[in-house]
Nanobody, 123 residues
Framework: QVQLVESGGGLVQAGGSLRLSCAAS????????MGWYRQAPGKQRELVAR???????NYATPVKGRFTISRDNAKHTVTLQMNSLKPEDTAVYYC?????????????????WGQGTQVAVSS
C-alpha cells in the first residue's frame, strides 16, 4: 500500500506565494511520474504540473511562469512552489503519483492520490 500525504495549503492574498509538499510512503519499487492536480468548486479536476523521475516537467498553461514543480527522489517527495497567486488558483490541490508496485512476482504501475489540501486566494 502506498500513501501520499500533502501539506502546505492555506489562505493567501492575491500576489502571494504558497508551497505545497507531498510525501510518499509505503512499499513500492519506484515512483515514476509525480504531479499536482486541482479541483475548483463545480469544475473538473485538472492537471497543474507534472514531473517525471528524470526531472522532465510540464505545466498547465494558466500556471506557466508562476508555479514550479520539483521532486526529491531519495525522499520520495514532490513540491509545488506557487508564486503570484491569483483568485482563480483557488481549489483543492491533490498530489498524484504513478508508482511501480511488486505484487507477488508481478510488477505493476498504480495511480495514487493524496487526500487534497485547500488553497484559497483572496482578491
Amino acid at each position: 500500500q502506498v500513501q501520499l500525504v500533502e501539506s502546505g495549503g492555506g489562505l493567501v492574498q492575491a500576489g502571494g506565494s504558497l508551497r505545497l509538499s507531498c510525501a510518499a510512503s509505503g512499499s513500492f519499487r519506484r515512483i515514476n511520474a509525480m504531479g499536482w492536480y486541482r479541483q475548483a468548486p463545480g469544475k473538473q479536476r485538472e492537471l497543474v504540473a507534472r514531473i517525471t523521475s528524470d526531472g522532465s516537467t510540464n505545466y498547465a498553461t494558466p500556471v506557466k511562469g508562476r508555479f514550479t514543480i520539483s521532486r526529491d527522489n531519495a525522499k520520495h517527495t514532490v513540491t509545488l512552489q506557487m508564486n503570484s497567486l491569483k483568485p482563480e488558483d483557488t481549489a483543492v490541490y491533490y498530489c498524484n503519483a504513478d508508482v511501480r508496485v511488486v505484487v507477488g512476482l508481478i510488477e505493476r504501475d498504480y495511480d495514487y492520490w493524496g487526500q487534497g489540501t485547500q488553497v484559497a486566494v483572496s482578491s
